[in-house]
């Protein structure tokens, strides 16, 4: 009887689950052969690039051992730099160099490791130890982003993201995502990170989930997730919408970072965006995509598309959060300032 | 999508009913028992005949056999002659085969067999109501006694079946003057059925002879008389001495009428052994046999077509899908996590040879070896083939160190360790030790006890004798099953882990 009273509550509330997500979909939408654009970040950022779409910018890229020789060249101007494995998950195989020290390198949590020690992590990437399945990898050399002042208080070391998934390339759930002192610095809510959920009408984040629980502070912080309002939001969102035309995927995750200098930069692509984000909104995924599916099948009648813009203006339009109830945004942010 | 929607409908409508079409077929048509220990009776019916040949005289044995359009069907036939030319005739519903030559001496020996068995036959011809009969005529004191013991019969008697019973009460009462007068000294079945037959005549009553055989496991039997009559619907069967009515369900017919069974022409000292032995076979092997014997080859194209070595592997492989099918709904349906996609059923195949329990233990104690390895492994970053070949080794010299400790320890049952998959420990080991790295202990561990409950019900479904005969039997039944996932294909319901890991969003 629970289980059918909870099913009934979860259908009700458009909630999307695993089976749901990949039969209607990832399946219908994401064909097969458009996963290399997601899955390189090379190839991603390549696009992205010749899109005109924000990235981190590129330093190099080291396919072979031999090309180690490079390395010195590829970081010569930098200070700062990314060390990552092209075809990696879960951020695993990431070293972010944060300075120089004696002729060798520091991390950012302040560990001193040698060019050596730079050379035997590369050649792991490029043997596949931390690639899908195995296969042989390229190491991609880029930008270090320096995340905005405004996570300050609410994140613990490492860069927050934010996650947009775009359905046919409308917006239609955003969440902030913050490393936790359990993630490791990582932003990755299976490894402990939280995840904020973000109103698409202005970019006002809401309370947050962490471990599939709904909460609404910072574990490490303690301050209070909620009502912090996001720069260029509208930016944002642009540029999530534009990554349907880069990846040709009609349903994926975009993971976006604000820098300080640069604003919002794509870091990476998913096509098999988790669904906690859904906890993180208190909003389910079907009810979304379901008017956007609407939407699309109007607008196919009338035999007429939407460019990147009208698609965001849609989305701000039906799934901003202060349409369907009084958003507590504007008490938190009382309090917090 | 809306066709592809459709397609996939009807393409699981087609492969369902294509399974349920050929086992039920299968099941009813060709009657294959649907369980394995289901056995059937076999009765083989002996004859030997013998009588000394008349020197210089063409011989001529003719003998009546079981006709075939009874509640049994025969599984074999055999006459075994030497030098004699045999046919075999059918007549007024029996069968009669003659041996004949042109001359013998000394003493013939016939041997005529029969196997038969109950299932398997189709409705049994029925037998032809009798034509409408003339009374036998009597003379003198015969025709008197006859009246004088039919008038009481009608007298006491309401219809056809109370007139045959009061009629072999009374002839059976041989103090009777009349009875006497008509048995004219004789006493034996034949003789008073004769009485009977008469007595009925003359109220214009139908009878008929019928000697049948008892199947039961005896040596020597003589045939039994039964008589039986038509009341215009059905046949009644009466016993001619006890007036018992209905023959029993073992009794087979031999032959009907008033000849004898056997007549032999340029012999003498004729004599007729009847043997009916009883053994019992598995039922399918059973329906095997009698679908030959109807030209039917299904069962030939069936797996039990197959070599018995072949059948064996068969036999596993065949329950694979069952396996695989538990993953499904555990992974699809429950939101269980396992290691791997079919690594639980891999698993689940090793239990066969360790048996549940050791399965578990030695596998939890590998996996567990190999996991503390694994992990030392990772600070030497080794790359990921050296690495994966290491713990490969590692899970070899563990095996084999179990295996001579448990032999040490008089603990044979440690010796199947060997044929653990070794392949699947390290890639077990392997995906476990990742997962242990990118979610933590917690999720790890719950991918391997869900693996371990995954392999378990899989083993435990897979190893169901009943089941395994099912499927191999009836290999249709995959077909439902592929329906199933077919189905399962665009399944997009919750998972019920779902429904826990969403509990925060349940504000109904």
Redesign the interface.
């Known amino acids: 009887m629970f289980?059918w009273?909870?099913?009934?509550?979860?259908?009700?509330?458009g909630?999307m689950?695993?089976?749901?997500r990949n039969?209607?979909y990832v399946l219908?939408y994401n064909k097969r052969h458009l996963y290399p654009v997601v899955d390189d970040k090379i190839l991603t950022k390549e696009r992205a690039i010749a899109a005109g779409i924000h990235v981190p910018e590129m330093y190099g890229i080291i396919e072979t051992e031999k090309d180690f020789d490079t390395f010195d060249s590829i970081v010569a101007n930098h200070n700062d730099f990314v060390i990552k494995p092209a075809q990696g998950a879960?951020g695993?195989g990431i070293i972010v160099i944060a300075d120089r020290f004696e002729g060798m390198f520091k991390t950012v949590s302040g560990k001193i490791i040698s060019r050596d020690e730079i050379g035997?992590h590369i050649s792991?990437i490029l043997?596949?130890?931390y690639s899908l399945g195995?296969h042989r990898d390229r190491v991609l050399i880029e930008y270090r982003v320096s995340p905005d002042q405004i996570f300050k208080s609410i994140s613990y070391e490492g860069v927050p993201d934010i996650r947009i998934i775009c359905l046919m390339g409308y917006p239609v759930m955003a969440m902030l995502r913050l490393p936790t002192r359990q993630s490791g610095g990582k932003a990755n809510l299976?490894?402990?990170a939280i995840g904020v959920g973000v109103d698409l009408g202005c970019g006002m984040t809401l309370k947050g989930?962490w471990l599939?629980?709904?909460i609404s502070k910072h574990p490490d912080t303690t301050n209070p997730v909620d009502g912090v309002q996001l720069p260029d939001w509208d930016g944002f969102m642009r540029l999530a919408a534009s990554c349907y035309e880069l990846s040709g995927l009609g349903y994926i995750g975009v993971d976006l970072v604000l820098d300080q200098d640069q604003g919002p930069l794509i870091l990476e692509l998913n096509a098999r965006p988790g669904?906690n984000i859904?906890?993180a909104n208190?909003a389910?995924l079907t009810a979304r995509c379901h008017a956007v599916e609407h939407h699309l099948a109007r607008l196919k009648k009338e035999g007429r598309t939407e460019n990147a813009e009208e698609r965001v203006a849609f989305s701000q339009k039906h799934f901003a959060k202060n349409l369907d109830r009084t958003p507590p945004a504007d008490n938190s942010t009382a309090e917090s300032a | 999508m809306q066709s592809i929607n459709l397609h996939l409908k009807i393409l699981i409508a087609v492969l369902v009913s294509l399974g349920i079409l050929i086992t039920g077929y299968q099941i009813y048509f060709l009657d294959i028992p649907v369980t394995e220990d289901e056995t059937d009776d076999i009765w083989s019916l002996d004859a030997k005949v013998e009588f000394r040949a008349s020197p210089g005289t063409p011989l001529k044995a003719q003998f009546y056999i079981p006709p075939l359009n009874q509640e049994y069907v025969s599984l074999n036939e055999s006459f075994i002659s030497n030098n004699y030319g045999v046919s075999v005739n059918s007549q007024n519903g029996n069968r009669r085969v003659t041996w004949s030559s042109r001359r013998g001496s000394g003493t013939q020996t016939l041997y005529y067999r029969l196997v038969l068995t109950k299932r398997y036959s189709e409705e049994p011809a029925k037998a032809a109501p009798p034509a409408p009969r003339q009374p036998i005529p009597l003379e003198g004191p015969e025709q008197v006694a006859a009246d004088a013991l039919i008038n009481p019969i009608r007298q006491h008697s309401a219809d056809i079946e109370t007139f045959i019973s009061e009629t072999i009460r009374r002839v059976n009462d041989i103090t009777d003057d009349n009875v006497k007068l008509l048995l004219n000294g004789g006493t034996s079945p034949m003789d008073k059925a004769r009485v009977i037959d008469l007595l009925l005549s003359n109220a214009r009553i139908p009878l008929e002879m019928v000697h049948t055989i008892r199947l039961e496991n005896t040596d020597a039997q003589s045939p039994e008389l039964w008589l039986r009559s038509y009341n215009g619907e059905r046949w009644l069967y009466f016993h001619p001495e006890t007036g018992q009515q209905g023959m029993p369900d073992n009794r087979l017919v031999w032959w009907t009428g008033s000849q004898p069974l056997l007549a032999v022409e340029g012999g003498r000292q004729s004599n007729v052994t009847l043997t009916v032995t009883n053994s019992e076979m598995n039922a399918l092997r059973l329906a095997k046999l009698t679908t030959e014997n109807r030209a039917s080859a299904l069962l030939e194209y069936s797996l039990y077509g197959l070599p018995l070595q072949a059948q064996r592997v068969y036999q596993v492989m065949i329950m694979i899908p069952i396996g695989v099918l538990v993953i499904l709904v555990l992974r699809n349906l429950i939101g269980m996590q396992t290691l791997g996609t079919f690594t639980p059923v891999l698993i689940a195949l090793a239990f066969r040879e360790t048996e549940i329990g050791w399965g578990i233990a030695l596998f939890t104690l590998i996996t567990a070896l190999g996991l503390s390895l694994r992990s030392y492994l990772e600070h030497l970053k080794l790359q990921m083939l050296p690495r994966l070949s290491v713990v490969l080794t590692f899970v070899v010299l563990v095996i084999a160190a179990i295996s001579l400790f448990s032999h040490k320890l008089g603990m044979e049952k440690a010796l199947a360790v060997s044929l653990f998959p070794m392949v699947i420990l390290t890639m077990t080991i392997e995906r476990l030790s990742i997962t242990w790295e990118e979610r933590g202990a917690g999720q790890s561990l719950k991918a391997a006890v869900g693996t371990m409950i995954a392999a378990t019900l899989a083993h435990l479904l897979m190893s169901i004798p009943e089941l395994t005969y099912f499927v191999f039997t009836f290999p249709a039944v995959l077909l439902i099953l592929v329906g199933f996932m077919l189905a399962m294909g665009r399944y997009r319901g919750y998972r019920l882990t779902e429904l826990v890991r969403f509990k925060a969003l349940n504000k109904g």
């Open positions: 289980f009273k909870t099913w009934k509550a979860l259908a009700d509330n909630v689950g695993i089976n749901r039969a209607d219908k879960g695993d035997h792991s043997s596949g130890l195995g299976h490894q402990g989930t599939n629980k709904i669904l859904q906890i208190d389910g």
